[in-house]
């Protein structure tokens, strides 16, 4: 497929979370309720109320800060669509964390081999394409080739304006994603994060960070670093005090 991207019809969506599930698996995460993005959750869904349930997973920008961000490349944008991670080339910085206007990536806080966690639109699929999409069983969420994704949702808009709300969440916001959104209501109502920015963000990340001495920035890595050594050693304490504490009691 030349370019994939994502479709969510938010009028469409059932709530059933097979595609939290059929995300899990895909990922070979063990099952678990989805309530928000953390290390073993890369998609979940939002309870609107009134009968109306909105997805959440990476936008897959078209100019990714979070890609930007990363002094080393270990997020990039892939001529496919999908914004992938190369763990193997990542410090551990988070500066991707930090520049994401969406909220998305999380990091393995507890792994003595941390990752950056994500969705990579499940590239590991191949051809197959995203699991999400496969299993869900009313078309909520399609996926297909980007230009004929957006003409659709485009024309589902405009030919009944009655059911949606005219506009195509995605398009502009940071500058346009792969990852698009129709439904109801706005995408403040739809509770889908309010990106003003209608220009691509990397701007913002990356290429201000290269004004600032490089003694900043790899004090940074090295904060980092330390940061995550004294959540280790907290963690390890208080493992060893509960020890203590069940050999006591
Ligand atoms: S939504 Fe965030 S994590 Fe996903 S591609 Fe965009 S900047 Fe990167
Ligand atoms: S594309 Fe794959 S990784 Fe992303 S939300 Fe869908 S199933 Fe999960
Ligand atoms: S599988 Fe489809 S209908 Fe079910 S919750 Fe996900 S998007 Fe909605």
């Known amino acids: 497929m030349a370019h994939r991207a994502i479709?969510?019809?938010?009028?469409?969506?059932i709530g059933c979370g097979a595609c939290t599930e059929a995300c899990q698996k895909s990922n070979e995460q063990s099952p678990h309720e989805a309530r928000g993005f953390d290390e073993q959750t890369f998609t979940f869904l939002m309870d609107r109320g009134n009968d109306v349930y909105v997805r959440r997973l990476c936008m897959h920008c078209e100019q990714p800060s979070c890609a930007?961000?990363?002094?080393?490349?270990?997020?990039h944008k892939s001529p496919e669509g999908p914004v992938v991670y190369d763990a193997s080339k990542?410090?551990?910085c988070r500066y991707c964390l930090l520049a994401c206007p969406f909220g998305v990536p999380t990091y393995e806080w507890h792994s003595a081999m941390p990752r950056v966690r994500k969705c990579q639109m499940c590239s590991h699929r191949g051809e197959a394409g995203p699991a999400c999409a496969e299993?869900?069983?009313?078309g909520a969420t399609i996926t297909g080739e980007r230009e004929t994704l957006l003409a659709e949702a485009r024309s589902r808009v405009a030919n009944d304006p009655k059911t949606y709300f005219q506009r195509v969440y995605g398009v502009t916001e940071a500058g346009g994603t792969?990852?698009?959104?129709i439904g109801p209501k706005d995408s403040d109502a739809l509770g889908l994060p309010n990106v003003k920015s209608q220009v691509a963000l990397p701007d913002l990340t990356w290429q201000a960070l290269k004004h600032v001495p490089d003694v900043v920035l790899?004090?940074?890595?090295?904060?980092g670093g330390m940061?995550?050594?004294t959540k280790r050693k907290e963690d390890v304490a208080r493992a060893e005090n509960?020890?203590?504490?069940e050999h006591h009691g």
């Open 7 to 13: 479709l969510v019809d938010v009028t469409k969506c």
């Open 68 to 75: 930007s961000a990363c002094p080393v490349s270990a997020l």
């Open 90 to 92: 990542c410090l551990g």
């Open 135 to 138: 299993a869900c069983p009313t």
């Open 178 to 181: 792969d990852v698009f959104f």
């Open 218 to 223: 790899y004090g940074g890595v090295f904060l």
């Open 227 to 229: 940061f995550w050594l």
């Open 242 to 245: 509960a020890e203590k504490g």
